[in-house]
């Protein structure tokens, strides 16, 4: 399994990949046809987020594109206010770029609680992303989403 990092994505990964401790940082992941999706950021409008839009208008073909909804998480709805409207604005960058792109409109999966954080892994065999959401450090019930 390729484990992702903060500032780190892959595209078109055909193998499983995860990346861990979603709480304000904000992720991006998928399966389109050639394989997995996944990004990491504290703030996707830096390079990493930028750099990820690149990869994937060159590897995901536009008709492809329009069939597939990503799925961002990360953030939580009761942090600190400061906080909560840099992930916001975060979000929501990245959201309206993935759809001027041509992709439909992105799935969103915010931690649960301030207390709490994700973890993601893309299968792309299965076509699936799992969001494994921990809350005060104990694993709940997973969030799968199907492409």
Request: aromatic share 6%.
């Amino acid at each position: 399994m390729k484990t992702i990092e903060m500032y780190e994505f892959v595209v078109n990964e055909t193998g499983d990949m995860e990346s861990t401790g979603f709480g304000p940082c904000i992720g991006v992941a998928f399966v389109a046809a050639g394989g997995g999706a996944l990004m990491h950021s504290n703030d996707p409008r830096m390079v990493a987020g930028e750099e990820f839009l690149e990869a994937i208008e060159s590897a995901v073909p536009i008709a492809d594109r329009a069939l597939i909804s990503p799925v961002v998480f990360g953030g939580a709805p009761d942090e600190d206010v400061t906080i909560s409207q840099e992930t916001n604005a975060s979000r929501q960058w990245i959201c309206d770029k993935l759809v001027s792109l041509g992709f439909k409109t992105p799935k969103l999966h915010s931690c649960p609680t301030e207390n709490s954080s994700q973890d993601v892994v893309v299968t792309p065999s299965d076509k699936r992303v799992t969001i494994y959401p921990l809350i005060d450090g104990r694993s709940v019930d997973p969030i799968v989403i199907e492409f």
